[in-house]
């Protein structure tokens, strides 16, 4: 089952005049075809984003006007205008990360506000007091929060038109979303008390993600064919963004009871996907990186880790061929690149740049950088 509607596809982006040559270096990545190169994304300073912290400095906040949001990705990408990096301008819809599934089942929704990268993310507490409350729980269209996700999506698409994309955003499903039905401590006990109640949770999970991504589909222009993503930047295809969060503190015999068919379900339902894993996570990365129809990897730094630019031979070869993402100080990136030490196949993705000027002569050794 693949979906292919394209609610008018981009031919170009104003915030990106390198938009075709950057998409067809990112397609080589993703199509495995550049194991001799390096990718790399510049995090210059921002305004829009001291803006935000400026404005929102505690820990929660309301469910946010969707014409304001939009204004704010457009200052910020309107910004990077002429940074000549691998990263695509999108906008993350970071309101309906986590909170929206449960929200649409009449969960409370609560909002949290992050100063360092201007989201406004969501969660929902468990919806359920037990398993005897499941079979009352309906996707309803009329629902207000589905009608806030489609009037978001279609205030964004206007206000991006020509100028930025919108970055697909996380998925919900298998225990993450018996997570959000009853909390991660009587998620993992039923699952061995109650196995089947948790396996038809997971196939409404399945059923009600899919009606969420190809609502995105539906809605969000797209370029040249591809899906925009927060840390991938842009990949071919429908591509969705998984989440193997509720095993990081499980074995991988429990990811593979639990957790493989799930997400290579989900992935194949589209044209695949992409994951994150923490850096409690990556012993999973072995089999993770055998998942069907597997992307890309983000590797994340999480304290009682090494970080994972500081690993990053280890954690590639880990891998194989399926690309990963790693976040990079900007100074030991460029002793990295000055010394040719850096590892092949990786998109990095690199902060603390302090300027335009520095971010496009550190793409020039990028783009020149042989293996």
């Known amino acids: 089952m693949h979906y292919s509607n394209d609610p008018g596809g981009l031919n170009g982006l104003a915030y990106k005049p390198g938009a075709s040559e950057v998409v067809e270096r990112l397609r080589s990545l993703y199509e495995r075809c550049a194991g001799d190169r390096i990718f790399a994304t510049m995090g210059v300073p921002s305004e829009a984003i001291a803006a935000f912290g400026r404005r929102y400095c505690g820990a929660v906040c309301d469910y946010?006007?969707?014409?304001?949001?939009?204004?704010?990705?457009?200052?910020?990408?309107?910004?990077?205008?002429?940074?000549?990096?691998?990263?695509?301008?999108?906008?993350?819809?970071?309101?309906?990360?986590?909170?929206?599934?449960?929200?649409?089942?009449?969960?409370e929704v609560r909002f949290m506000p992050h100063p360092e990268n201007g989201w406004i993310s969501s969660m929902v507490p468990p919806l359920l007091e037990g398993w005897s409350q499941f079979d009352a729980l309906r996707f309803d269209s009329l629902h207000a929060w589905w009608k806030r996700y489609l009037n978001e999506m279609a205030v964004f698409a206007e206000k991006s038109r020509g100028k930025w994309g919108i970055s697909h955003f996380i998925l919900i499903?298998?225990?993450?979303?018996?997570?959000?039905?009853?909390?991660?401590?009587?998620?993992?006990?039923?699952?061995?008390?109650?196995?089947?109640?948790?396996?038809?949770?997971?196939?409404?999970?399945?059923?009600?993600?899919?009606?969420?991504?190809?609502?995105f589909f539906?809605?969000?222009?797209?370029?040249?064919?591809?899906?925009?993503?927060?840390?991938?930047?842009?990949?071919?295809?429908?591509?969705?963004?998984?989440?193997?969060?509720?095993?990081?503190?499980?074995?991988?015999?429990?990811?593979?009871?639990?957790?493989?068919?799930?997400?290579?379900?989900?992935?194949?339902?589209?044209?695949?996907?992409?994951?994150?894993?923490?850096g409690n996570g990556r012993h999973l990365l072995e089999a993770a990186a055998t998942l069907?129809?597997?992307?890309?990897?983000?590797?994340?730094?999480?304290?009682?880790?090494?970080?994972?630019?500081?690993?990053?031979?280890?954690?590639?070869a880990r891998t194989g061929d399926v690309p990963i993402s790693v976040f990079a100080p900007f100074d030991e990136f460029i002793d990295r690149l000055d010394r040719h030490t850096l590892p092949s196949g990786v998109l990095y993705q690199v902060k603390g740049v302090p300027n335009v000027a520095a971010a496009n002569q550190c793409m020039e050794k990028v783009r020149a950088y042989r293996i």
Do not use: C
């Open 64 to 107: 946010p006007d969707p014409a304001e949001r939009a204004d704010f990705w457009d200052k910020l990408h309107g910004e990077r205008t002429a940074v000549e990096d691998d990263s695509m301008p999108a906008a993350y819809l970071s309101e309906f990360d986590q909170g929206l599934y449960g929200g649409l089942l009449g969960g």
């Open 173 to 215: 499903d298998g225990l993450n979303f018996v997570f959000e039905l009853i909390g991660a401590t009587e998620t993992y006990l039923s699952v061995d008390e109650q196995p089947e109640m948790v396996r038809r949770a997971i196939d409404f999970a399945f059923d009600l993600n899919v009606k969420v991504q190809q609502a």
């Open 218 to 278: 539906d809605s969000v222009p797209v370029l040249q064919g591809g899906t925009f993503s927060n840390f991938a930047q842009w990949l071919p295809g429908r591509i969705v963004s998984e989440s193997l969060d509720p095993f990081h503190m499980t074995s991988v015999e429990y990811f593979e009871q639990w957790g493989r068919e799930p997400a290579e379900r989900i992935l194949g339902a589209f044209d695949g996907g992409v994951i994150h894993i923490h």
């Open 292 to 316: 069907q129809d597997l992307k890309a990897i983000l590797l994340l730094d999480d304290q009682g880790s090494p970080k994972a630019f500081d690993v990053v031979e280890e954690l590639n």
